[in-house]
Protein backbone atom coordinates (compact mmCIF):
# COMPACT_ATOMS: atom_id res chain seq x y z
CA UNK A 1 0.00 0.00 0.00
CA UNK A 2 1.50 3.36 -0.87
CA UNK A 3 1.78 6.39 2.13
CA UNK A 4 0.89 8.98 2.68
CA UNK A 5 1.92 11.91 0.09
CA UNK A 6 2.03 15.43 0.48
CA UNK A 7 2.25 18.18 -2.01
CA UNK A 8 4.21 19.91 -2.68
CA UNK A 9 7.23 18.96 -0.84
CA UNK A 10 8.71 22.52 -0.24
CA UNK A 11 7.14 26.27 -1.02
CA UNK A 12 8.35 29.51 -0.65
CA UNK A 13 6.51 32.16 -0.04
CA UNK A 14 6.31 35.87 0.58
CA UNK A 15 4.14 37.64 3.55
CA UNK A 16 0.79 38.25 2.75
CA UNK A 17 0.15 35.57 0.23
CA UNK A 18 -1.88 32.81 0.61
CA UNK A 19 -1.14 28.54 0.25
CA UNK A 20 -2.29 25.64 -0.28
CA UNK A 21 -1.03 21.83 0.72
CA UNK A 22 -2.31 19.06 -0.37
CA UNK A 23 -2.62 15.78 1.63
CA UNK A 24 -3.47 12.46 0.18
CA UNK A 25 -3.73 9.61 2.76
CA UNK A 26 -3.19 6.31 3.15
CA UNK A 27 -5.65 3.90 0.66
CA UNK A 28 -8.74 3.08 2.94
CA UNK A 29 -7.89 5.36 5.84
CA UNK A 30 -10.69 8.10 6.01
CA UNK A 31 -9.38 10.42 9.57
CA UNK A 32 -6.71 13.12 7.80
CA UNK A 33 -4.97 15.30 10.71
CA UNK A 34 -2.76 18.15 10.25
CA UNK A 35 -0.02 19.44 12.41
CA UNK A 36 2.60 22.14 12.24
CA UNK A 37 6.04 21.82 13.21
CA UNK A 38 8.69 24.64 14.27
CA UNK A 39 11.59 24.04 16.49
CA UNK A 40 10.29 26.54 18.97
CA UNK A 41 6.57 25.36 19.40
CA UNK A 42 7.23 21.57 18.20
CA UNK A 43 4.61 19.56 17.16
CA UNK A 44 1.07 21.33 17.38
CA UNK A 45 -2.36 20.19 16.42
CA UNK A 46 -4.61 21.88 13.43
CA UNK A 47 -6.91 19.78 13.21
CA UNK A 48 -8.56 16.63 12.23
CA UNK A 49 -11.01 15.66 9.16
CA UNK A 50 -13.17 12.42 8.81
CA UNK A 51 -16.02 11.70 6.15
CA UNK A 52 -15.76 15.50 4.87
CA UNK A 53 -16.41 16.79 8.45
CA UNK A 54 -13.94 18.59 10.42
CA UNK A 55 -13.95 17.22 14.02
CA UNK A 56 -11.23 18.68 16.02
CA UNK A 57 -9.74 21.72 15.95
CA UNK A 58 -6.51 23.04 17.32
CA UNK A 59 -5.48 26.67 19.08
CA UNK A 60 -4.32 28.56 15.87
CA UNK A 61 -6.09 31.28 13.91
CA UNK A 62 -8.73 31.58 11.46
CA UNK A 63 -5.94 31.94 8.71
CA UNK A 64 -5.42 28.13 9.08
CA UNK A 65 -8.08 26.72 7.38
CA UNK A 66 -8.58 23.02 5.43
CA UNK A 67 -11.18 20.97 4.37
CA UNK A 68 -11.67 16.71 3.00
CA UNK A 69 -12.72 15.66 -0.10
CA UNK A 70 -15.10 12.25 -0.85
CA UNK A 71 -11.94 10.56 -1.60
CA UNK A 72 -10.76 11.55 1.93
CA UNK A 73 -7.78 13.76 -0.09
CA UNK A 74 -7.51 16.99 1.61
CA UNK A 75 -6.00 20.64 1.73
CA UNK A 76 -5.22 22.73 4.38
CA UNK A 77 -5.24 26.87 3.33
CA UNK A 78 -3.01 29.49 5.18
CA UNK A 79 -4.32 32.78 4.30
CA UNK A 80 -1.98 36.13 4.80
CA UNK A 81 1.04 34.53 5.35
CA UNK A 82 3.32 35.51 8.39
CA UNK A 83 6.96 35.08 8.63
CA UNK A 84 5.76 32.56 12.03
CA UNK A 85 3.79 30.48 9.56
CA UNK A 86 7.51 29.35 8.34
CA UNK A 87 7.49 25.17 9.41
CA UNK A 88 7.11 22.00 8.60
CA UNK A 89 3.30 21.09 7.58
CA UNK A 90 2.76 17.19 8.62
CA UNK A 91 -0.06 15.24 7.29
CA UNK A 92 -0.91 12.25 9.01
CA UNK A 93 -3.96 9.57 8.32
CA UNK A 94 -6.10 6.94 10.53
CA UNK A 95 -9.01 4.12 10.00
CA UNK A 96 -10.96 5.50 12.69
CA UNK A 97 -9.93 8.08 15.68
CA UNK A 98 -8.70 4.72 17.54
CA UNK A 99 -6.53 3.92 15.09
CA UNK A 100 -2.66 4.60 14.86
CA UNK A 101 -1.57 7.86 12.68
CA UNK A 102 0.24 7.60 9.82
CA UNK A 103 2.97 10.35 8.94
CA UNK A 104 3.28 12.00 5.47
CA UNK A 105 6.71 13.07 4.23
CA UNK A 106 5.51 16.94 5.27
CA UNK A 107 5.50 20.45 3.36
CA UNK A 108 8.20 22.17 4.13
CA UNK A 109 7.09 26.31 4.02
CA UNK A 110 9.04 29.29 3.99
CA UNK A 111 7.79 32.62 4.30
CA UNK A 112 9.82 35.73 3.31
CA UNK B 1 -5.55 19.56 29.04
CA UNK B 2 -3.00 16.22 28.22
CA UNK B 3 0.66 17.31 28.75
CA UNK B 4 3.84 15.13 27.26
CA UNK B 5 6.91 15.50 28.88
CA UNK B 6 10.46 14.38 27.34
CA UNK B 7 13.04 15.17 30.14
CA UNK B 8 15.76 14.25 28.03
CA UNK B 9 16.88 16.22 25.12
CA UNK B 10 20.06 14.31 24.10
CA UNK B 11 20.58 10.84 24.57
CA UNK B 12 23.43 8.58 23.41
CA UNK B 13 24.24 5.36 23.11
CA UNK B 14 27.50 2.97 21.65
CA UNK B 15 26.16 0.85 18.62
CA UNK B 16 25.07 -2.68 20.07
CA UNK B 17 24.42 -1.20 23.44
CA UNK B 18 21.03 -0.56 25.30
CA UNK B 19 19.20 2.79 25.41
CA UNK B 20 16.50 3.81 27.32
CA UNK B 21 14.27 7.31 26.83
CA UNK B 22 12.01 8.93 29.36
CA UNK B 23 8.56 10.08 28.81
CA UNK B 24 5.89 11.31 31.48
CA UNK B 25 1.97 12.56 30.63
CA UNK B 26 -0.23 14.02 32.65
CA UNK B 27 -4.44 13.10 32.31
CA UNK B 28 -7.12 12.34 33.51
CA UNK B 29 -8.71 10.06 31.64
CA UNK B 30 -8.47 6.86 32.29
CA UNK B 31 -8.84 5.16 28.42
CA UNK B 32 -6.19 6.34 26.30
CA UNK B 33 -3.07 5.89 23.55
CA UNK B 34 0.27 6.28 24.09
CA UNK B 35 3.28 6.22 20.87
CA UNK B 36 6.90 6.46 20.26
CA UNK B 37 7.25 8.20 16.95
CA UNK B 38 11.05 8.14 15.43
CA UNK B 39 11.88 11.45 13.27
CA UNK B 40 15.38 10.98 11.17
CA UNK B 41 16.90 13.32 9.13
CA UNK B 42 14.37 13.26 6.19
CA UNK B 43 11.84 14.57 8.55
CA UNK B 44 9.20 11.54 8.35
CA UNK B 45 8.01 10.79 11.23
CA UNK B 46 7.72 7.11 11.43
CA UNK B 47 6.13 5.26 14.18
CA UNK B 48 7.33 3.21 16.19
CA UNK B 49 5.56 1.79 19.00
CA UNK B 50 2.33 1.93 20.14
CA UNK B 51 0.40 1.18 23.75
CA UNK B 52 -3.50 1.26 24.52
CA UNK B 53 -3.56 2.18 28.31
CA UNK B 54 -6.04 -0.49 29.04
CA UNK B 55 -3.28 -3.27 28.08
CA UNK B 56 -1.12 -3.97 31.11
CA UNK B 57 1.45 -6.09 29.20
CA UNK B 58 4.26 -3.88 27.67
CA UNK B 59 4.06 -3.27 23.94
CA UNK B 60 7.23 -4.47 22.00
CA UNK B 61 8.48 -4.47 18.30
CA UNK B 62 11.55 -6.35 17.52
CA UNK B 63 13.96 -4.32 19.10
CA UNK B 64 11.87 -1.70 20.54
CA UNK B 65 9.73 -2.56 24.36
CA UNK B 66 8.08 -0.21 26.22
CA UNK B 67 7.80 0.42 30.54
CA UNK B 68 4.20 1.51 30.67
CA UNK B 69 3.47 2.69 34.26
CA UNK B 70 -0.06 3.73 34.63
CA UNK B 71 -0.22 4.76 38.12
CA UNK B 72 3.24 6.88 37.50
CA UNK B 73 1.97 8.10 34.39
CA UNK B 74 5.63 6.73 32.74
CA UNK B 75 5.96 5.51 29.26
CA UNK B 76 9.73 5.05 28.73
CA UNK B 77 11.43 3.18 25.28
CA UNK B 78 14.16 0.88 25.52
CA UNK B 79 16.09 -0.06 22.46
CA UNK B 80 18.42 -3.04 22.35
CA UNK B 81 21.35 -3.92 20.33
CA UNK B 82 21.20 -0.06 18.98
CA UNK B 83 22.12 0.69 15.40
CA UNK B 84 23.34 3.32 13.61
CA UNK B 85 19.93 3.56 11.96
CA UNK B 86 18.38 4.54 15.02
CA UNK B 87 19.68 7.81 15.30
CA UNK B 88 16.96 10.38 14.94
CA UNK B 89 14.26 12.67 17.22
CA UNK B 90 12.06 10.81 19.24
CA UNK B 91 8.76 11.54 19.77
CA UNK B 92 6.23 10.44 22.98
CA UNK B 93 3.23 11.11 22.01
CA UNK B 94 -0.68 10.71 23.65
CA UNK B 95 -3.71 10.39 22.08
CA UNK B 96 -6.89 10.69 24.69
CA UNK B 97 -10.09 7.65 23.93
CA UNK B 98 -13.23 9.79 23.25
CA UNK B 99 -13.86 12.67 20.86
CA UNK B 100 -10.42 13.93 21.41
CA UNK B 101 -8.77 13.15 18.14
CA UNK B 102 -5.42 14.51 17.98
CA UNK B 103 -2.10 13.42 19.04
CA UNK B 104 -0.07 15.71 21.71
CA UNK B 105 3.67 15.31 21.42
CA UNK B 106 6.82 15.86 24.03
CA UNK B 107 9.53 18.10 22.63
CA UNK B 108 11.25 15.38 21.40
CA UNK B 109 14.53 13.24 22.16
CA UNK B 110 17.57 13.62 20.10
CA UNK B 111 19.44 10.32 19.86
CA UNK B 112 22.58 9.55 18.82
CA UNK B 113 24.01 6.24 17.80
CA UNK B 114 28.09 6.11 18.11
CA UNK B 115 29.92 3.46 16.32
Known amino acids: KAGVTQTPRYLIKTRGQQVTLSCSPISGHRSVSWYQQTPGQGLQFLFE???????NKGNFPGRFSGRQFSNSRSEMNVSTLELGDSALYLC???????????FGPGTRLLVL | AQTVTQSQPEMSVQEAETVTLSCTYD???????LFWYKQPPSRQMILVIRQEAYKQQNATENRFSVNFQKAAKSFSLKISDSQLGDAAMYFC????????????FGKGTLLTVNP
Open chain 1, 49 to 55: YFSETQR
Open chain 1, 92 to 102: ASSTDIVETQY
Open chain 2, 27 to 33: TSESDYY
Open chain 2, 93 to 104: AYKGGGSNYKLT
